[in-house]
Every structure is written in C-alpha cells, then in structure tokens.
C-alpha cells in the first residue's frame, strides 16, 4: 500500500509520453464533474485487486452464503443452545456452578470449567467497566476477564427508558390501555384500525413466572428489568381522587376533546381561545369501566380510601406545551441502524446538542417488541433528546405516542413522514403520506393531544420529483399541534441524488407562522454549509446533520469552532476507540456483545471511507457529493481508512476488537458509496 508521497517527485499521471497525454483537468473543472480535486502529489492509479479467495469473498460481502433450511436452523439453533459456551449469567458473574437459583431447570450451562476451555483469548485492552472502577456485569464472560480488578462497586446503567416486562406483557396480550388517544379518535371521528381488546381476564391461563422455560429466558437477558420491578410512569393524580370523594365515589367523565374539523379561514388570536374555551365546556358521559385500582393491568398506589378511575382527557394547548428553541442548535438527525446510542453519545462528546433516537415503527412498539423498544433508549449524557416513530394510520400513532409518552423519558417526539425505504412506503407510512395531507392533519390532530411534549413532524418535499407539496403543509402544520416541521430538500423519488433543494425549503420558511420551528435538512457537511443556510435565513431555525455526521461527526465541532478540521489519521483512530469503549458498554463486553460492537463499526466505516483528509485538497472544504478518486495518504493508516473495500474495513475493525471469528461474514446494509446511480433513485 502506497504511504506519503514526496514533494520533490511528483508521480507521472500518464505512463505514456508527456506529449501524447491530454492536460489534467483543473480543480473547477473537477468539481464540476463533482469529483474531489485532490492535489496531484497524492494521486495514484486505482488499486489492482487480486480475484480473493473464496473465504476472502465470503468476508467482504461478495459471496452470499448458501440458504439454509428450516430444519437447518432448527438443528442449528438446538446445537446451540445445548453449547457449553451459553454460560448462566448468574454462574458467569460469580463463578460459581451453584449461584443460579433455577438450578437444574435452567436452560444454560452451569460447567465452568467447560465454558474457560472453549473461550477465546482475552482480547487486548481494558475491560471498560473496570476503566470505570465498576464490577464487570459479565465476569467469566467478558473478553477483557484478565484485567477485573477486586472492585464491588456496583455497576451504573447510564441509559434510560428501558422495557418493563410488566409493560411488555400488557403489550403482548392487547390488555395495554389507551384512554387519551381512544377519546381523541372518537372526537375526530377517525377509524380505529387497531382494535384493542376491551375487556382483560385478570387470572392468565398460562402464569409466565411459574414457566421455569421462561425464568431462564429472562435470566439470559441481563438488559431487561426483572418482572418484579414497579411499573414506570404510573403517577396517582391525588386531586381526582379528592374530587372522587367529593362526588361520593361516582365515576368520573372525560372532558371532551374539541374536534378540530377543516378550516374555512384563519381566525385571529382572541376568537381561537374563545372556540376552544367553549369547546373544552363540553363533556362525554362515556365511563370506563376499570377497576379503580388498576391501570393497565398495574396497581396504582393510593393514599386515600377511594381511587380515580379514569384520567381527564384534554386537549393541550400548544402554549401548555413544553417550548424547546431548537434555534442555531446542532441537530444530529435520526439515523437508521448507525444512528445508534454509542455513536449518538460520541457526537455529544464533540459538540452535537439536540439527539434523536432511530426510527421505531409504531406496530412494532404496541407489539411489545424488545428490539423496537431498544431503539428508543436514551444515555444520560443526551440532555436535549426525541424519539421518532414511523406509522400510517392516526390511530396507531396516536396510541404509540400515548404509550411512548407514558413509559419514556423524552424531550420531544419526532414523526416521520419521509421515510423512502420502499418496506416503509408500501405500508403507506413515510413519504407515502406525502400524497395524503389529510390523512397527515389527522395523525397530528390526534398525537398531538395525547401529549403535552413538543410534536414534530419530518417531511420531504414530495413524492415525486417536481411536485412539491411541503409548501401546503408548513402553513397549516402549527394549527394541528406541531411544533417544529424538518423538510428534506429532496423528494422521495430522488432517494439521496442530487443536491438537496435548498431554495424551496426557504420558500417553505417564508410560508411558515412565526411561531413553528422550520428546520432544514440535506448536504450540511461543513461549517460554511451550516452558516450559509441558518445564518442566510431568518427563518430557518437550525439544520438536521445527517450522512455529513456519518461521514465525519466531528462535523460539529468545525461549526463550534468556525473551522475546516485537518484532522489526522491518529485522531480519527481516538475517535473510533471511543465509539467502541462506547458500544461494549451498551452492547456488552462478552463475546456477543463484542461481536455486535464489530458489526455496527463496520456499517458505520462504510461511511466514513467518504471522508477526504482537508490537506490532500485543492479546493475546501468538501463537499458531500464528491466522488473520491484513488489516492494515498500522509501515512499508511489514511488510505487504510479511505478504502471502500469492506475486507479493509474489517481490517481496521481487527485493530480495535481483536481477529474476526471464523466463518465470519460482512455486507454493508445501505448503497452508502452509492453517490448519484439509479439505485438510490
């Protein structure tokens, strides 16, 4: 692999004769092709690469595997489980055959001695509990064992908004309730597509706790809360009790929420409060049922003889709302699968300020799914942070916000409306809405109410390219119950070709009230970007950093600091240990979780291979639609890392975590080096 290149030689771009070769193109005139103009001292001929090996193949993505039977896997995942390597976490914490309370009904391996023999070598490093002068969780099981020390402090979970199992329960029998958001659906009068069973058996047929199949699969998974653990966000209202008494244990009634049907013309400030005043003086005399000392199936504790039986539903005004100015913040946008909490929680350590959770999709959550639910996690360092779901129907986003806000901790809640991924838009969720702006104006009429947190919506500019629709939303988008509205300046035919339409998304900002946050998103990737489109615009309140974050997150200390970063290959390697001492907290420091850490690294340097080093350019800074010709570096680590080749890519995962394990396997799950071709649109 070539390293630096000589000042004094500059390497012969032809190999022909001088005379026979046409002159090189000037850096405009490489700019304008969109190709980065790399300065010619670092130019090289593209790489030569020897057909690989079958194995070879296989590691980089190249080679599908054969598909495999259901008989396989099922013979597969039964050798599995009978594996010694599928150590009992509470066998692996103390070290002890005898420490697991299931005893001989639990479903891992209780031989340690079997488990040491089969165990990989230690990995190079510190384990990063011990770094933290914690007890490791994982004992026996960490891949960093050698390096625990004696230390019983007991181990801090930094992250939030985990799934109760008694939440996950609820979910999964349809017991879960969802008064607020029922109430609105009927006061629009929307379909309920989702049906929720009305009336629960409190006594199950099948007692999960008693299932000692069960109590082994919870005590394999060491990230989720014990069933006995108390419900989260139940909060006993001591006023509606108080009103209970005074109407001698009469059942409540809900207020009504008003109905917001289609408006003829805006109406000033003073007739608005007024048509809601008496509009909130009406009430249904529909009564729920329930037993007083239950919600959702959970005890709710009381201090007085009597209990509320239902919550008042209201419709919160959107000055009742909690007010987040999102102005001039840093805005790390939501980012399937490398948008995860280790890499959301680097971009904080380099100066991100608003966080955003993955897209969850609403069907999933109200299934109770633990990894739909994982996406919504939230680490303590992000102090600003949203979760954003994905749903088609009013209803079904209407009781996923309802459920959301109930059981997370959360600053705002994001709903996207411009998802493209073809699974998500034949559905009809993401940018399918685009085509039905009714239908938008009833999911943010019905979420918006169940919620007294900022509502905001993510758009693009349309469905298909040259028919613009956001303009016809922002006007009216802040009446519904949003707060804030993010308009990608692409449609959803264009994918990510293209420049992002920058001109239009000012247009919408113009069109927009004073009082809802417009927010831009596309092709920010480096400070004068950011300058150019917030400062340039009074009305756009900041920018969403999205595959520019991907491709170098220290993005956003370049827009603190006003400065294009020449950062060294040595930094950019900090950063990547950084983001895995980050992932083996999250996903955990044994194998599995040392695997997982790899195999997220490894979507996310498919992106940062984008990257050009700021002094091996002749015109700065970068721009995101650049296709990087073949050149060498200042060291042998730059081109290693500028390399689209995933067989690299695991080469560099090796530095940080250790060989790959046999039979190991990696293919890139987005186009990411796909710049301007016709699958991305």
């Known amino acids: 692999m070539a390293a630096t290149a000589p000042a004094d030689v500059l390497p012969d771009p032809c190999p022909t004769a001088a005379d026979s070769c046409p002159p090189p193109p000037t850096?405009?005139?490489?700019?304008?092709?969109?190709?980065?103009?790399?300065k010619a001292a670092f130019l090289r001929?593209?790489?030569?690469?020897?057909?690989?090996?079958?194995?070879?193949?296989?590691?980089?993505?190249?080679?599908?595997?054969?598909?495999?039977?259901?008989?396989?896997?099922?013979?597969?995942?039964?050798?599995?489980?009978?594996?010694?390597?599928?150590?009992?976490?509470?066998?692996?914490?103390?070290?002890?055959?005898?420490?697991?309370?299931?005893?001989?009904?639990?479903?891992?391996?209780?031989?340690?001695?079997?488990?040491?023999?089969?165990?990989?070598?230690?990995?190079?490093?510190?384990?990063?509990?011990?770094?933290?002068?914690?007890?490791?969780?994982?004992?026996?099981?960490c891949r960093f064992f050698g390096t625990h020390k004696d230390n019983h402090a007991p181990s801090e979970n930094h992250e939030i908004n985990p799934l109760s199992k008694d939440i996950q329960k609820l979910l999964w029998k349809t017991k879960y309730k969802f008064p607020r958001a029922s109430a609105q659906i009927k006061h629009l009068g929307l379909k309920e597509v989702m049906k929720i069973k009305a009336n629960a058996t409190t006594d199950d047929k099948r007692a999960d706790h008693d299932n000692p199949d069960v109590s082994c699969e919870m005590n394999g998974d060491d990230k989720t809360e014990s069933l006995c653990s108390p419900p989260?966000?139940?909060?006993?209202?001591?006023?509606?009790?108080?009103?209970?008494?005074?109407?001698?244990?009469?059942?409540?009634?809900?207020?009504?929420?008003?109905?917001?049907?289609?408006?003829?013309?805006?109406?000033?400030?003073?007739?608005?409060?007024?048509?809601?005043?008496?509009?909130?003086?009406?009430?249904?005399?529909?009564?729920?049922p329930e037993d007083p000392s239950l919600l959702n199936g959970l005890e709710v504790p009381s201090d007085s003889a009597s209990s509320c039986k239902v919550d008042l539903v209201t419709t919160p005004h959107l000055r009742e709302k909690k007010i987040i100015d999102f102005r001039e913040k840093l805005y790390l946008a939501p980012l399937t699968t490398v948008g995860n909490l280790p890499f959301r929680r680097l971009c904080k350590t380099l100066g991100a300020d608003i966080t955003c959770g993955e897209m969850a999709m609403c069907t999933n959550l109200m299934q109770g799914q633990a990894s739909e639910w994982a996406l919504l996690r939230r680490h303590s360092s992000e102090d600003l942070f949203g979760v954003q779901i994905c749903g088609a129907f009013p209803d079904t986003v209407a009781r996923t916000v309802e459920l959301v806000d109930n059981e997370c901790s959360f600053d705002f809640i994001d709903i996207n409306m411009g998802c493209p991924i073809d699974v998500v838009v034949n559905k009809g969720a993401g940018s399918s809405l685009l085509n039905k702006p009714m239908r938008i104006k009833s999911i943010v009429q019905?979420?918006?109410?169940?919620?007294?947190?900022?509502?905001?919506?993510?758009?693009?500019?349309?469905?298909?390219?040259?028919?613009?629709?956001?303009?016809?939303?922002?006007?009216?988008?802040?009446d519904w119950g949003a707060s804030a509205i993010t308009i990608?300046?692409?449609?959803?035919?264009?994918?990510?070709?293209?420049?992002?339409?920058?001109?239009y998304i000012n247009q919408c900002a113009q069109k927009a009230p004073d009082d809802l946050h417009v927010i831009g998103n596309g092709d920010i990737f480096s400070f004068t970007d950011w300058n150019r489109h917030v400062s340039g615009s009074s009305k756009i309140?900041?920018?969403?950093?999205?595959?520019?974050?991907?491709?170098?997150?220290w993005i956003f200390t370049e827009i603190k600091e006003q400065r294009d970063w020449d950062i060294t290959s040595d930094e950019r390697l900090d950063i990547l240990k950084d983001f895995v001492r980050f992932g083996l907290e999250h996903w955990g420091s044994?194998?599995?979780?040392?695997?997982?850490?790899?195999?997220?690294?490894?979507?996310?340097?498919?992106?940062?291979?984008?990257?050009?080093?700021?002094?091996?350019?002749?015109?700065?800074?970068?721009r995101l639609n650049w296709r990087p010709p073949s050149y060498c570096g200042r060291n042998d680590l730059e081109p290693l890392m500028?390399?689209?080749?995933?067989?690299?890519?695991?080469?560099?995962?090796?530095?940080?975590?250790?060989?790959?394990?046999?039979?190991?396997?990696?293919a890139p799950k987005h186009k990411s080096n796909a710049y301007d071709r016709a699958e991305n649109g």
Not at 604 to 620: A, E, F
């Open 232 to 288: 989260v966000n139940v909060e006993h209202d001591s006023s509606l009790c108080e009103e209970m008494d005074n109407l001698g244990g009469e059942p409540l009634v809900d207020n009504s929420v008003p109905c917001v049907g289609p408006r003829a013309s805006k109406k000033s400030k003073v007739e608005g409060d007024e048509i809601h005043k008496k509009a909130a003086d009406s009430h249904d005399t529909k009564v729920y």
């Open 642 to 666: 500028a390399s689209d080749s995933a067989a690299d890519w695991v080469r560099i995962s090796e530095l940080l975590l250790g060989k790959v394990p046999e039979g190991f396997t990696f």
């Open 541 to 553: 309140s900041t920018c969403m950093i999205a595959r520019g974050a991907l491709i170098k997150p």
């Open 488 to 503: 990608h300046g692409r449609s959803r035919q264009q994918r990510y070709s293209k420049l992002a339409d920058w001109d």
């Open 27 to 38: 850096p405009e005139e490489l700019v304008a092709r969109a190709v980065a103009p790399v």
């Open 446 to 478: 019905a979420s918006s109410a169940v919620t007294n947190r900022p509502l905001t919506v993510k758009v693009r500019t349309a469905f298909f390219e040259g028919r613009n629709r956001a303009d016809s939303l922002v006007s009216d988008i802040y």
């Open 45 to 141: 001929p593209p790489p030569v690469r020897d057909t690989p090996t079958n194995e070879e193949s296989r590691a980089s993505g190249a080679v599908p595997l054969e598909k495999k039977s259901k008989r396989q896997f099922r013979r597969e995942r039964k050798q599995e489980q009978e594996s010694v390597s599928r150590l009992c976490v509470a066998v692996g914490k103390t070290g002890k055959a005898d420490a697991c309370k299931y005893g001989a009904s639990c479903r891992f391996s209780h031989d340690v001695d079997a488990y040491l023999a089969q165990k990989p070598a230690d990995l190079e490093g510190t384990c990063p509990f011990t770094v933290l002068e914690q007890s490791c969780q994982y004992g026996l099981a």
């Open 590 to 622: 044994d194998t599995k979780g040392v695997e997982t850490t790899r195999h997220f690294l490894l979507e996310w340097l498919s992106y940062t291979c984008r990257y050009i080093p700021v002094g091996l350019l002749d015109v700065v800074p970068q």
